[in-house]
């Protein structure tokens, strides 16, 4: 790895100091580790198109199940806040008084599992409602005032689990005068339902894109081992151990592995930010404070290095798979 | 330093490359390796480079037996054996220098030392001042030489050629068998697979001679 040239700086005076340029056996084993690795990072970009084109292939299998995974992530994340603010509504019986449901409000709030009850009267509903839906002239056929006063409750904290907050409904249904009590989680729990199975999904598409980036840097590993075929066998025989040899195609992978996630997170960066206006503005109009959340520094390192894993996979696999099928035996003719 | 005992090379059913070889080679010793082609005289030497492992009987060299070598060990055992090919074997997208140093670079040697060793290699067989040209810019005996410095670039004790001379004039021949002698002479076994008989009754060596997988000469020191 080219951090290994950077070891500690004792180690290298040692080195120098030593009486043959070669006294250290791990500086020297270091120092060709690096050779091998930048010798490997030359070669690819001595054919910069075509190592440009596995890097962005590499880039686009990475880049999209990761950006979906942010993106579903973000989602959870707003529908946690969402649930957090559950509230009950209580819709009482026509006939009762606002005093009478005044006082059963403050029973209510009584409640050790209730922070606050807020009493809607059902005039100002009423006046409400003819504002907001527009349809006054209908409204004014109206007799009576259909609406009855209505109690919004928001739950302590401790209670906002589903069973707290389902416990809590019963415990206002069987209150006297309370007509109906409606909680609306349902469409919050299929909105997790389906972000579940959408990162399910997610995850599958990753697990199957990762294979077919091994597969990709497989194939090119490969391609690279026929181009060196000559100089393969020339290793084996002058007695390059098995290690000896496939050690530059494990660098090649890495290599590829690094490309391919910088392209992965220059994609995603890229396109969070092509898209992140739009979704401000929606955001705003359902008065949510939903914001994407990029992969961060920790991620990016992350994404990263799970390429390079991979691309190192993906060599391992190919190099041992078409290694042995370069013998010597074949070099010496007659 | 090399030592055949009742070496049995069987490739399948009906093809027996080697009958119950047995020949012994002193460390210093410069010895040819003759025959027909088809006699075995590649399949010796594959047996020596552990290219190939024998049906029966035991291969020696250095003290190692070979048969029961693992195969992890094999890269080592070669490191202590110099091979010349008849077509060298040459890589030829990297310099002269390049080639003879991948002996050393498999064994990790740092970079001053690959560049002492590979200049004194190619001083020794005069090829000095034609590090830095790729190898198909020389000549077909040059290339034989640069074959020849990357064989004993690492010093080692016993060198094998099949048909160094094979494509080369009488005169460039003699230069090279010289230059074989001279390793002799230092202490390396060497053993030479030829079947250029003017070549080898002029050098007056002891003859292995092969045919049809038997060893019918040369088998005992002394010729």
Redesign the interface.
């Known amino acids: 790895m080219a951090t290994d040239s950077r070891q500690s700086p004792e180690n290298r005076r040692g080195a120098r100091q030593g009486r043959s340029?070669?006294a250290s056996p791990v500086r020297?084993?270091l120092?060709?580790q690096r050779?091998v690795a930048v010798d490997a990072a030359r070669r690819l970009w001595r054919t910069p198109v075509a190592t440009a084109m596995t890097w962005t292939v590499m880039g686009i299998a990475l880049a999209l199940p990761v950006a979906l995974l942010l993106l579903l992530g973000s989602v959870q994340g707003v529908s946690a806040g969402w649930e957090d603010s559950a509230r009950i509504t209580a819709y009482l019986e026509m006939h009762v008084p606002v005093e009478q449901a005044q006082s059963l409000a403050d029973d209510i709030e009584a409640d050790g599992r209730v922070t606050s009850v807020v009493v809607i009267n059902r005039e100002q509903a009423l006046a409400d409602f003819r504002e907001s839906s527009g349809l006054q002239d209908v409204l004014g056929f109206l007799e009576d005032n259909p609406l009855p006063h209505t109690f919004l409750i928001t739950p302590e904290e401790g209670a906002r689990s589903a069973e707290g907050v389902a416990s809590l409904v019963t415990f206002v249904e069987g209150m006297e005068d309370i007509e109906r009590v409606q909680v609306d989680l349902g469409w919050l729990q299929r909105l997790n339902a389906i972000t579940d199975i959408l990162t399910r999904s997610a995850w599958a598409l990753a697990v199957l894109l990762a294979a077919a980036v091994v597969l990709v840097i497989g194939n090119t590993v490969r391609l690279a081992i026929e181009n060196r075929r000559?100089?393969i066998?020339?290793?084996?025989?002058?007695?390059?151990?098995?290690a000896?040899v496939r050690r530059p195609f494990l660098y090649t992978g890495t290599w590829f592995g690094l490309g391919g996630g910088l392209v992965a997170w220059l994609l995603i960066q890229l396109t969070f930010w092509w898209i992140s206006g739009p979704i401000e503005r929606l955001a705003g109009l359902y008065n949510s404070e939903f914001s994407l959340n990029g992969p961060g520094v920790e991620g990016a390192l992350v994404l990263i290095v799970v390429a390079m894993v991979l691309g190192w996979l993906g060599a391992w696999l190919a190099v041992k798979r078409h290694m042995d099928d370069i013998?010597?035996?074949d070099?010496?003719?007659? | 330093m090399i030592e055949f005992r009742q070496v049995t090379k069987r490739y399948d059913s009906d093809h027996t490359a080697l009958r119950q070889v047995s020949f012994q080679l002193e460390r210093g010793e410069l010895a040819f390796l003759t025959g027909h082609?088809g006699a075995g005289?590649?399949t010796l030497?594959?047996l020596l480079?552990v290219?190939?492992r024998p049906t029966a009987g035991d291969v020696v060299v250095g003290g190692q037996h070979l048969n029961r070598l693992p195969k992890?060990q094999i890269?080592?055992?070669?490191?202590h054996i110099g091979?010349v090919?008849?077509?060298h074997?040459l890589?030829f997208?990297r310099t002269v220098f390049d080639n003879v140093a991948?002996?050393l670079?498999?064994?990790?040697?740092?970079?001053?030392?690959i560049g002492r060793r590979v200049r004194a290699a190619l001083d020794k067989v005069g090829l000095l001042k034609k590090e830095k040209m790729n190898p198909m810019q020389l000549s077909g005996g040059e290339q034989q030489r640069v074959g020849i410095a990357?064989a004993v670039v690492n010093k080692p004790p016993v060198l094998l050629a099949?048909?160094p001379t094979g494509n080369l004039d009488p005169d460039l021949s003699a230069d090279i068998m010289h230059l074989f002698t001279q390793f002799s002479q230092v202490g390396v076994t060497v053993l030479i697979?030829s079947h250029d008989v003017a070549l080898i009754n002029a050098m007056d060596r002891r003859q292995l001679t092969l045919e049809q997988g038997r060893l019918i000469a040369g088998g005992h020191s002394g010729h």
């Open positions: 340029p070669s020297r084993y120092d060709y050779r000559d100089e066998l020339v290793a084996k025989l002058v007695g390059g151990t098995d000896f013998e010597s035996g070099i010496a003719g007659g | 082609s005289k590649s030497l594959k480079m290219m190939e992890r890269p080592y055992i070669r490191r091979v090919f008849q077509n074997q890589l997208d991948m002996p670079e498999v064994m990790g040697v740092s970079p001053t030392d990357r099949d048909e697979a």
